[in-house]
């Protein structure tokens, strides 16, 4: 199956803001601040872009600064995101304020950027005008691919430096991060998203596994005029999954006591795991990985623990390699 991307409604129950008057002390400031205060609850169809495939669907809007609504999963039939609450949080959001103007109350834009049987993807983002940045986030998913790439961008229209925080949150309940990898729990299943450690990091809150840049210790930097800041994840939803040990942009894999578990973003015939023994033995276990399901091996009949685990693709080149050691310390 292709991938398609298209316009639909998306029909929300959200609430009601007003703009009021900013306090006194407020009104002479630089760049003027805007108070919103919430006056009920309306029901909305919303006009979204869908990226749709075999394995997910995906929508995004323009409203509220621009946003991805939902990620369903078709495979287990499970909704992955927090819908929005009455402070119009929740869903996929990027850089929740910008600046003074927070852009959860304001429209952003929504666009295709991308159309062809291989790939789609669509962008979406706001400016604020008074601080002077902009962003858009690319979101894109292959035809055969159960994983969606994420790209935020943040440009400094002004003249001036400027600080930025770029972030992507993504709003669910019992989010865990460690390392590149964050995961958030879904009804059974798991939501895994890969970061490149040496430019990105996550971190979990109560309500959302929020990534930021990894190259400052609060995710702050100045930004210089004129320039563009760049954030980037993988997210890939794992049917029946509890748990996930380590990732990569390509494969998940969980080690128990119960066995290994493997998942895959794409097919994936002629890969093989490799397993390092306690005992200095090599096991290799040679595995076709489908998104539709994960790969599952028991550990058994090993002669001893594994302490490595390498999982090769076709061409022998390793798609994921974990120290098992420190599992079973712990």
Request: aromatic share 6%; glycine share 8%.
């Amino acid at each position: 199956m292709a991938v398609s991307v298209f316009e639909d409604q998306v029909e929300l129950t959200i609430p009601i803001f007003q703009e009021v008057a900013a306090p006194r002390h407020e009104r002479f400031d630089s760049p003027p601040r805007r108070r919103y205060e919430r006056t009920g609850n309306t029901k909305r169809s919303l006009r979204s872009l869908i990226l749709e495939n075999q394995y997910t669907r995906l929508a995004a809007t323009n409203e509220f600064g621009g946003r991805v609504l939902s990620l369903f999963d078709k495979r287990s039939g499970v909704e992955v995101l927090r819908p929005l609450n009455d402070n119009l949080v929740g869903g996929i959001q990027f850089c929740p304020s910008l600046g003074p103007n927070d852009a959860r109350y304001s429209a952003g834009f929504a666009s295709v950027v991308q159309d062809s049987e291989d790939r789609a993807a669509v962008a979406v983002g706001s400016a604020d005008w008074s601080c002077g940045l902009s962003y858009s986030a690319e979101i894109s998913l292959g035809a055969e691919s159960a994983a969606v790439d994420v790209q935020l961008r943040i440009f400094n229209r002004h003249l001036w430096p400027e600080e930025v925080m770029p972030k992507i949150a993504i709003f669910g309940m019992g989010a865990s991060a460690s390392g590149n990898l964050g995961c958030l729990p879904a009804n059974g299943t798991m939501l895994a998203v890969a970061v490149d450690p040496r430019l990105a990091k996550p971190y979990a809150t109560e309500h959302a596994l929020v990534i930021v840049r990894a190259l400052t210790p609060d995710g702050i930097h100045t930004l210089p005029p004129h320039r563009t800041d760049k954030l980037s994840a993988r997210l890939t939803h794992l049917p029946e999954c509890d748990g996930v040990s380590h990732a990569s942009n390509r494969a998940a894999i969980s080690i128990g006591e119960s066995g290994l578990g493997l998942w895959v973003s794409k097919p994936r015939p002629g890969h093989a795991i490799l397993l390092g023994l306690e005992n200095g033995e090599t096991v290799e276990a040679p595995v076709d990985a489908y998104p539709e399901h994960p790969t599952r091996l028991t550990l058994d009949n090993l002669a001893s623990k594994p302490v490595l685990a390498v999982v090769r693709d076709a061409s022998k080149q390793e798609i994921l390699r974990v120290d098992l050691s420190k599992e079973w310390s712990e």
